[in-house]
């Protein structure tokens, strides 16, 4: 204990790590006086802001120093800053200016919808802590710098769509992901479904219905930013910036025409299949099986049926990169 103490040199922090079963924590940091002492007494030139940080220490790569790291770097701006241990979901923003969330694309997501529920615009800070974390990881790539951006999100139902959603099999293999096995081995939990779900395999077959037409098919992938499942990417063409959902669609529903679409998202190929059908849209419904679930950013969203449509408002959204030397940037 007298350890762990001296690693986190903060009493809240500390009380996270005893407790990461606790939902709420408010502790106030901030003020010119901790500034000063962390700073050595340099002046911040900002304008102080009410920060609120949502944590979720059971992300897949989640660790104290990053929640300590970045703590230390709102408070030496000069910030008020709370800290939650627990679901962005269930915040009250009504006195925030800015968020930071620490976490995967789950958490991620939960923030953008306890953001878009807000009648102000409130920026995002996403400090990815997750096991994939598609949307930092396109932020990265498009955002160089660490500037904000001004992006559109999806909604799948009710539920916010961040970057991707899916029918088929890759929403039945994170239907019946075990998370246990996923805090143990990471994603390689994924690949143990996946084979599962090759051994058992079953075809079913969903009604699309976009621009006034529609059509049958085994799978269907939507993306409304540019990864999927890592660094790889079935729609290179999306952006989240933009307020179009670009969709491919697996017509056959054999074993062998999947196994062909995966070899071709890992080598970047998807659009020399033949046995898929490439659109785009700003929106879609998608019918099925009544127990059939539909996947969002990873995460099960519900089931059949669904309709997608891009939400028109933006939002404010930046990576906070956490350096080697534990300084953000």
């Known amino acids: 204990m007298r350890a762990l103490w001296k690693r986190v040199k903060n009493p809240c922090l500390l009380f996270m790590a005893w407790r990461p079963d606790l939902q709420v924590l408010r502790p106030i940091y901030g003020g010119r006086r901790e500034a000063n002492a962390l700073q050595g007494g340099e002046q911040s030139a900002c304008k102080p802001k009410h920060v609120q940080i949502c944590a979720n220490p059971q992300a897949g790569s989640f660790r104290f120093s990053r929640l300590q ?22 915040l009250s923003l009504d006195k925030v200016d800015e968020l930071v969330v620490i976490g995967g694309d789950g958490t991620v997501r939960e923030a953008v919808a306890a953001i878009c529920g807000q009648q102000k615009p409130i920026p995002l800070h996403i400090v ?108 290179p063409q999306a952006d989240i910036r933009g307020a179009s959902l670009h969709a491919v669609a697996l017509l056959s529903g054999r074993r062998r025409n999947y196994l062909l679409f995966l070899a071709a998202l890992v080598l970047g190929r998807v659009e020399k299949l033949k ?48 350096t080697g030397t534990g300084k953000p940037k």
């Not at 408070?75 to 627990?86: A, E, L």
Request: net charge positive; charged share 20%; proline share 4%.
């Open 69 to 90: 790291a970045v703590t230390a770097h709102l408070v030496s701006q000069g910030h008020h800053v709370f800290i939650t241990n627990g679901h962005p979901s269930r």
């Open 128 to 235: 990815p802590a997750g096991t994939i974390n598609l949307l930092a990881r396109e932020l990265a790539e498009q955002v160089p710098g660490g500037a904000f951006a001004l992006c559109h999100v999806a909604r799948a139902n009710t539920h916010i769509m961040t970057t991707c959603l899916s029918v088929g099999p890759d929403a039945a293999i994170i239907a019946t992901l075990s998370e246990a096995l996923k805090r143990k081995i990471g994603r390689f939990a994924y690949g143990v479904a996946a084979v599962r779900l090759l051994w058992f395999w079953r075809e079913t077959r969903y009604r699309v219905k976009v621009d006034g037409k529609s059509f049958d098919c085994a799978a269907l992938y939507v993306a409304k930013g540019r990864y999927y499942a890592g660094p790889w990417s079935f729609a």
């Open 275 to 322: 046995s898929v059908l490439r659109f785009h849209c700003d929106q879609l419904e998608i019918e099925g099986p009544q127990a059939s679930a539909y996947q969002i950013d990873g995460d099960i969203g519900g089931v059949m049926p669904v309709r997608v449509t891009v939400d028109p408002g933006k939002i404010e959204l930046r990576l906070l990169q956490v």
